[in-house]
């Protein structure tokens, strides 16, 4: 029996990965029901991303968005720590960089905690505005 000799297409995201995909739409979602405008999503930079970036009023406002399954170390908010925040201010200063040259608007960091709820479609999302400064 003659095999392909093409690798196998990685077009399949991860379990890890879907369920990170689904923290940051519910987060958006989240975000824009308390009147935010999603602005960008994914901004990869080498060193960082910002999972979304949201306008709120004329503020500009870096999401990071946490999911954790359990409390354990801490928990989600926990894991934005001191490095965590370096790489989200590296990727914000390159985005203002990018598109933001002449005239950068005020900004700050939020971050969105999510954790599973009680019941099997319901999750706690815990928004922190203002999370850390610059």
């Known amino acids: 029996m003659k095999q392909d ?6 077009a399949e995201r991860s379990a890890r990965q879907q369920l990170g995909d689904r923290a940051e739409e519910l987060a958006r979602s989240y975000l824009e029901s308390r009147g935010l ?3 960008n999503q994914n901004y990869r930079v080498r060193g960082g991303e910002l999972d979304l970036v949201m306008q709120d009023g004329d503020m ?7 999911y954790r399954s359990s409390q354990q170390y801490g928990g989600a908010l926990a894991s934005v720590d001191a490095h965590k925040q370096r790489r989200l201010l590296h990727a914000a200063q390159l985005y203002l960089l990018q598109f933001h040259r002449q005239s950068p608007p005020p900004c700050r960091f939020d971050v969105i905690a999510i954790a599973p709820g009680s019941a099997s479609r319901t999750a706690r999302v815990q ?8």
């Open 5 to 10: 000799a093409r690798p196998a297409e990685s």
């Open 37 to 39: 405008h999603t602005v």
């Open 60 to 66: 500009l406002v870096f999401v990071e968005v946490r």
């Open 127 to 134: 928004w922190l505005p203002n999370a850390f400064g610059a």
